[in-house]
């Protein structure tokens, strides 16, 4: 009912999860840190300078928005966004946690599946003062490393 993506929209969430790696792709299989039937969660292509480390988590059935995702996946989601925000406490030692998710364009929605982000904070990052940039994939395998040292692969 409020889906934005373009006719024949090749969705680079599904891909990742398939395991596909092509030119529609930012993200690799070393970005994920968790997988399960259900939920994926993997460190961001895209980070912020002052919070390296952003997670996105989606589901891998394909759902455009929050909209369309169906009310059971999202304690599936949120115990995972739990456990990644316990992990990043631990690995990133940040002084919190930010979770987000948009919808839409002028949601500031960007990738036309549903997606939770969450993201190490620090006392005065300015975090929404920056703008996020592109972070190479040795430079996420680091940081999906240390995050899957602390997750259970029991959620």
Known sequence: MFNHAPENYRCPFCLLVQGIENEDVSSVQTDIIY???????????????????????????HYENIFDLPVAYTPKIQ???????????????CDGVSVRQHNEPAGNQDVWHYHLHVT???EGDRFYTTQRRFMAVDERAKYAQAL????????
Request: glycine share 2%.
């Open 35 to 61: 997988h399960n039937p259900a939920v994926t969660a993997f460190i961001s292509s895209h980070q912020w300078p002052n919070n390296p480390g952003n997670v996105i988590i989606i589901p891998n059935e």
């Open 120 to 122: 190490p904070r620090y």
């Open 79 to 93: 115990a995972v966004a739990k456990a990644v925000a316990l992990a990043m406490k631990i690995a990133f030692d």
């Open 148 to 155: 899957r040292k602390h997750l259970a692969n029991d959620r």
